[in-house]
C-alpha cells in the first residue's frame, strides 16, 4: 500500500523558509509525477509546484520563491519554501502520480500546517 508521508511544516514569520519533505513508501513502481498542493481556509486546493519528468511547473504566485526537488534514492520530494507571506498560509499536500497501462493513479499525503504570521 502507497503512503506518503510531510513533514517540515511550522510557523514562520514573513519573509521566512521552510523546507518541506514528503516520503514515499509501498510504491513498487517510480512515480511519474510528484507535486505539492495547498488550500488555505475557505478556499480549494491549489497546485503549488509540479515534478514531471525533467519539467517543473509553478503557479505563479511562487515562482522565484519555491522550489520543488526530488531525491530518488530517498524516495523523497521535497518543496524549498522562501520569501514567505501570509497568503502562504495553508495545508500543503504531497501528491504522488503513478502511469500505468494508460492511467494514471494519485495518491495523497495527510498534509502539513504552513502558517506565516508575524
Known amino acids: 500500500q502507497v503512503s506518503l508521508e510531510e513533514s517540515g511544516g511550522d510557523l514562520v514569520q514573513p519573509g521566512g523558509s521552510l523546507r518541506l519533505s514528503c516520503v514515499s513508501s509501498g510504491s513498487r513502481h517510480r512515480f511519474n509525477a510528484m507535486a505539492w498542493y495547498r488550500q488555505a481556509p475557505g478556499k480549494e486546493r491549489e497546485l503549488v509546484a509540479l515534478?514531471?519528468?525533467?519539467?517543473?511547473d509553478y503557479v505563479d504566485s511562487v515562482k522565484g520563491r519555491f522550489t520543488i526537488s526530488r531525491d530518488n534514492v530517498k524516495n523523497t520530494v521535497y518543496l524549498q519554501m522562501n520569501s514567505l507571506k501570509p497568503e502562504d498560509t495553508a495545508v500543503y499536500y504531497c501528491n504522488a502520480r503513478l502511469r500505468l497501462g494508460g492511467r494514471e493513479e494519485n495518491y495523497w499525503g495527510q498534509g502539513t500546517q504552513v502558517t506565516v504570521s508575524s
Open positions: 515534478s514531471d519528468g525533467s519539467r517543473t
